[in-house]
């Protein structure tokens, strides 16, 4: 494996402050990127023999890519860059950040998730990750959130190139059916959601904003045990976009 060169590490460095890059920490986030056709620029791997257990176990559709993308890096190399965790998996990436509109996603046909001002990076990135996975149409923010950084990406396990992801910036004109996903609402077992539904989930501390709740056409509760005031933000996606409401 040939070793990565200083404008590899200079690579590496500027993905994570560069707009236009991502940086992929980790074998899950190089592998889901790799197979979802992100422009990759390059795979750094600390432990070659690590590299071809995971993606033999894991990734065997495109093993022999990423095997033939990844060059060596020192445990030195990683420790120089400040930022970067050192990994478990001894595998990170760079990719070219994909173009992704908001209007674009709401042209799809299919459920869009809409998360308004999301606050933890983790939970933004688990969102992402079950609605990729739940084929979902894509999924919108509202806020100052970054969805391309660092924790975001590992949480999605770099999911972002699997689904369309954007910022929203007004909610004016959008055209859909806005379902406000609240613990005060109807039993979703139930409600009835309509076709192309925005599926609107609230930040985690305070829940839905009351202009979103006011401009949503239906409103809809995941009933839980008395007592439980409300479920991680990830979980509520995950339920609603796998309930037989939806189908
Ligand atoms: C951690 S919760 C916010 C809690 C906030 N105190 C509230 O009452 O909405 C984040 C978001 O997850 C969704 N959520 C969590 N539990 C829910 C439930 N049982 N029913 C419906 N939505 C729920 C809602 O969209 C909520 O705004």
Redesign the pocket.
């Known amino acids: 494996m040939q070793p990565i060169s200083p404008a590899d590490l200079d690579l590496l460095r500027s993905s994570l402050t560069n707009n236009e890059l991502v940086f992929l920490d980790g074998f899950h986030a190089v592998k889901h990127a790799a197979r979802f056709g992100a422009d990759i620029g390059l795979v750094a791997c600390a432990n070659e023999a690590k590299l071809q257990e995971l993606s033999g176990a894991l990734a065997p559709d495109i093993a022999g890519e990423l095997t033939a993308m990844a060059k060596s890096i020192d445990k030195k190399d990683v420790r120089k860059i400040g930022e970067m965790r050192s990994h478990w998996t001894g595998v990170w990436g760079v990719a070219r950040r994909p173009e992704y509109t908001a209007d674009e996603i709401l042209k799809t046909s299919s459920p869009i998730i809409l998360l308004e001002n999301p606050q933890n990076g983790g939970n933004i990135g688990a969102c992402i990750r079950v609605a990729a996975a739940a084929n979902a149409g894509g999924v919108l923010l509202t806020g100052n959130a970054n969805p391309w950084e660092p924790a975001v990406i590992r949480g999605a396990a770099g999911l972002q190139f699997a689904i369309p992801v954007a910022t929203l910036e007004s909610l004016t004109n959008l055209s859909r059916p806005i379902i406000a996903?609240?613990?005060e609402?109807d039993d979703i077992a139930t409600a009835t959601i309509p076709a192309q539904p925005i599926l609107a989930?609230?930040t985690?501390?305070?829940?839905?904003s009351d202009q979103l709740k006011r401009m949503a056409s239906t409103h809809?509760?995941?009933p839980?045990r008395e007592g439980v005031?409300?479920?991680?933000?990830s979980v509520?996606v995950g339920i609603v976009l796998y309930s037989q409401a939806l189908g």
Request: proline share 5%; no cysteine; glycine share 14%.
């Open positions: 996903i609240d613990p609402g989930f609230g985690e501390r305070e829940g839905l809809v509760k995941l839980m005031s409300s479920v991680n933000l509520a």
